[in-house]
């Protein structure tokens, strides 16, 4: 069956740390790996979009990479602020406008 | 406007009653969704229209039934939900790219309980 694994439930990192998160898949053939963020009590808002055939996406100080061989996405965070505290989704994108989502990585940045 | 709004913000209804949520979104988007989100769980897909037509029914109940009037407007009507039906309802939009990405904006969501 198919399964999407968000590596931690939980992250906790000091201010200006590296976070990364991780995203591994396994029955699924995606075309694409979406990121989002959800804040307590809101809608997931969209972060970044990556194609199977790119190794790497950025965008300001967020970096995803998408091994499909491996079947793994890792999402990070560079100098990281506690407004980036927040669950960060990963879902996977096979073409027919349904997401399947992970269960998320609650990240906690530290002052 | 990039915005999608959803209404009511809560809503607390008994088993009995008949309820309505209402999703709005003026951003083009020709395909709308409706979630199911229980507390520190994923997003579940509900329903799925495109082009205002029902293309997805992810085996939902039929006590909860969607609608879409026109291209910006999505509603879920509810009648004799269960108090295991309570959870935050989201709705979102996208573009309606056959074969491509379709990255979604979500809405605030409306927070369900069932007496």
């Known amino acids: 069956s198919q399964k999407i694994e968000q590596n931690s439930e939980a992250l906790n990192i000091q201010e200006g740390k590296t976070a990364t998160l991780t995203c591994n898949y396994t029955n699924y053939s995606p075309a694409y790996l979406q990121w989002y963020r959800q804040d307590p009590g809101r809608g997931p808002v969209f972060l970044l979009l990556i194609r199977e055939n790119e190794k790497e996406k950025r965008k300001e100080r967020l970096k995803v990479t998408f091994d499909t061989t491996l079947k793994q996405s890792l999402f990070h965070i560079t100098a990281s602020q506690p407004a980036d505290s927040a669950t960060y989704l990963c879902?996977?994108?096979?073409?027919?406008?349904?997401?399947?989502f992970g269960a998320g990585t609650t990240v906690t940045v530290r002052a | 406007d990039t915005e999608v709004t959803q209404t009511p913000k809560h809503l607390v209804m008994g088993m009995t009653n008949k309820k309505s949520l209402k999703c709005e979104q003026h951003?083009?988007?020709?395909?709308m969704y409706w979630y199911k989100q229980k507390a520190k769980k994923p997003p579940e897909l509900m329903f799925v229209?495109?082009?205002?037509?029902?293309?997805i029914n992810e085996s939902v109940p039929s006590r909860f039934s969607p609608e879409c009037p026109n291209s910006s407007l999505l509603n879920l009507h509810l009648h004799a939900l269960q108090p295991e039906d309570s959870a935050l309802y989201l709705c979102?939009?996208?573009?309606?790219?056959?074969?491509?990405?379709?990255?979604?904006?979500f809405g605030p969501g409306t927070r369900l309980t069932v007496l």
């Open positions: 229209y495109s082009y205002e037509k029902l293309s």
């Open positions: 979102a939009s996208s573009q309606a790219r056959t074969g491509s990405h379709n990255e979604q904006f």
């Open positions: 951003m083009g988007h020709r395909a």
């Open positions: 879902a996977l994108d096979s073409n027919d406008y349904k997401l399947s």
